[in-house]
Nanobody
Framework: QVHLVESGGGLVQTGGSLRLSCAASGRAFGTYPMGWFRRAPGKEREFVAAISTSGGRTSYAVSVQGRFTISRDNAKSTVYLQMNSLKPEDTALYYC??????????????WGQGTQVTVSL
């Protein structure tokens, strides 16, 4: 069992930056690839980014490529999502997840409760 808690969300203006964190407890964090997903109001949950167990492999949604960076610190059992050049369309509830590397939510067995990101005009 892995328990995930996201933090770092908030309200930011267009063009601003936020850094999300996801702290894990429970079974060995370093054995799980991690992912970030988001759900905007009225939309389906969508993939944002994923990172392998070592951090050597990452994957991004086209919509965030070049603006967002996923990273992890296995010693701290934490995964991060650095979000730069934020746009109003990035407004969503952001979730972290632990499971297998990939862009499908079906690959991930454990989910956090989410942290809200709101980007104003």
């Amino acid at each position: 069992q892995v328990h995930l808690v996201e933090s770092g969300g908030g309200l930011v203006q267009t063009g601003g930056s936020l850094r999300l964190s996801c702290a894990a407890s429970g079974r060995a964090f370093g054995t799980y690839p991690m992912g970030w997903f988001r759900r905007a109001p009225g939309k389906e949950r969508e993939f944002v980014a994923a990172i392998s167990t070592s951090g050597g492999r990452t994957s991004y949604a086209v919509s965030v490529q070049g603006r967002f960076t996923i990273s992890r610190d296995n010693a701290k059992s934490t995964v991060y999502l650095q979000m730069n050049s934020l746009k109003p369309e990035d407004t969503a509830l952001y979730y972290c997840a632990a499971g297998s590397f990939g862009s499908s939510a079906n690959f991930y067995a454990y989910w956090g409760q989410g942290t809200q990101v709101t980007v104003s005009l």
